[in-house]
């Protein structure tokens, strides 16, 4: 998910430097939400393994 946000950054960028604003904002705005996504899927996903490590020992 995070080489999505990563490439929906890239297209933005391109499509900054060439003047097409409308697919820029657009590419920008999916690479914003894909990013919190993967932030959000990678807090979830630590606290579940801190948890179930202190309940294993």
């Known amino acids: 998910?995070?080489?999505l946000a990563l490439l929906f950054l890239v297209i933005s960028i391109v499509a900054g430097v060439f003047g097409f604003s409308g697919i820029s904002a657009a590419s920008a705005g999916i690479a914003?939400?894909?990013f919190f996504i993967f932030i959000l899927a990678f807090v979830i996903f630590l606290?579940?393994?801190l948890l179930t490590a202190k309940a294993i020992l």
Do not use: E, V
Request: zero cysteines; glycine letters at 0%.
């Open 1 to 3: 998910m995070l080489k």
């Open 32 to 34: 914003k939400i894909l």
């Open 47 to 49: 606290l579940i393994a």
